[in-house]
């Protein structure tokens, strides 16, 4: 039999344990966090959507007309007129033909990727991937090759060295742990030269990066230069639910294949109702967006002066390296105690050697809030020996 006790405490001896805390507010950049109230400084909720009155009143209004549950997934029963109206919708938003949506981004992936490829494919992905992107290589079969992060030169050797037929490369978009960008253009230009397909997981570009919000392929000013296009409606969309845009061919072969899509209930009506009322927000949000990225790259600027290990970019997901499992855990609870809520992510989310903090910031944090998370940051990285 399997000794869980063991492998628990063998994991609480590594400081590995995870806990969960309890929300009892709505979700936004202060919420009561087990009886306390805090300053949420790790939320994928960018555009404040979650607890946005426009959503709600459309989430409301689906609750009374259509109810709380789907009943069937979507080829049996579970298909309202809505979840095809989103799929239009979000097509258009992604400059792509077609769209197909999942129960999150982790179904879109698995779906996606296992959907698509078999043992006969070669899938290049980048080291830093969501751990959703390598599931779904596993589950299709494929052969996985690993490619080290963000580096072109070491696919490109990689690509010469294992691509023998049906190929596809795989990468996040923007890095959910490290807020980096993916050189989208340049994995396009390479795909293009060995004739492979493409996959960009965009989770934390869609509503963020580019002016329409449209995600990476727009920062880069592509349009639809990419195969597989992922997104989520659990982040800036403030809901939940993934998705994928694309070739009309390709998005009804996944209708036909995709394993997560098939024999899963579709998403609640009233979860749909509220992305469309999201995805009306998202497109014409300019303003967010921009407030977004200046409050991204001040922050940034304000931790790298005070001489913190963090990276210089756009993106509200803000990493501050720490290396140490325990020093991580230690800062991130010196910061609770003082009303931040930061968590420390420790591998295996991130590679070993490189536990950290990591902030992630919403459009509507003020400046006095960051200002006092770098006040606290400054006082307790200095106490732990983090900074000089
Ligand atoms: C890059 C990336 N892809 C996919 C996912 C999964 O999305 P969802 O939370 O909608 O399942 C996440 C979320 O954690 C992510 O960060």
């Known amino acids: 039999m399997f000794d869980f006790e063991a492998a628990l405490k063998d994991i609480k001896n590594k400081g590995l344990n995870r806990e969960l805390r309890n929300l009892e507010t709505a979700q936004g950049p202060y919420s009561v966090i087990d009886g306390r109230r805090m300053l949420m400084m790790s939320s994928n909720n960018y555009l404040g959507l979650c607890n946005d009155i426009r959503l709600k009143r459309a989430a409301i209004e689906s609750i009374r007309k259509f109810g709380v549950g789907a009943g069937g997934s979507r080829l049996t029963c579970g298909n309202f007129t809505l979840h095809r109206e989103l799929e239009e919708r979000l097509a258009g938003f992604k400059q792509a033909e077609s769209s197909i949506i999942f129960g999150s981004g982790y179904a879109a992936n698995i779906g996606a990727i296992s959907g698509i490829a078999d043992k006969s494919c070669v899938i290049f992905c980048d080291r830093l991937n969501h751990a ?32 023998t037929g049906r190929g596809l490369i795989a990468t996040d978009g923007v890095f959910s742990m490290d807020g980096d960008i993916a050189p989208v253009d340049r994995i396009v230009k390479l795909a293009k030269k060995f004739n492979l397909m493409t996959m960009v997981d965009d989770a934390h570009a869609t509503g963020v990066l580019g002016e329409n919000g449209r995600g990476t392929l727009e920062y880069f000013g592509l349009k639809d230069d990419v195969d597989i296009n992922v997104g989520t409606l659990s982040k800036a969309f403030g809901v939940e639910g993934g998705f994928v845009a694309g070739k009309r ?27 469309v009322e999201a995805l009306n ?12 990225a200046e409050k991204s790259i001040w922050l940034r600027s304000k931790l790298i002066k005070r001489c913190f290990d963090v990276p210089r970019g756009v993106t509200p997901i803000i990493p501050l390296m720490v290396g140490n499992v325990d020093t991580a855990l230690k800062f991130s609870m010196l910061l609770y105690n003082e009303g931040i809520y930061i968590p420390a992510i420790r591998p295996p989310t991130v590679p070993k050697g490189t536990s950290r903090l990591r902030i992630s910031l919403m459009a509507s944090h003020s400046y006095d809030d960051m200002e006092f998370a770098v006040e606290n940051l400054v006082r307790f990285g200095r106490k732990l020996g983090v900074i000089p």
Request: glycine share 4%; net charge positive; hydrophobic share 40%.
């Open 132 to 163: 959703s992107i390598v599931d779904g290589i596993r589950l299709s079969g494929a052969k996985l090759v690993v490619y080290k992060h963000c580096d072109m030169d070491d696919l490109e050797n990689k690509i010469i060295r294992y691509h």
């Open 249 to 275: 061919k390709l998005i009804d072969f996944l209708r036909h294949r995709a394993k997560s899509f098939i024999y899963s209930t579709a998403l609640a009506p009233h979860n749909i109702a509220a992305a």
């Open 281 to 292: 927000i998202i497109e014409t949000g300019q303003q967010a967006r921009k407030e977004l």
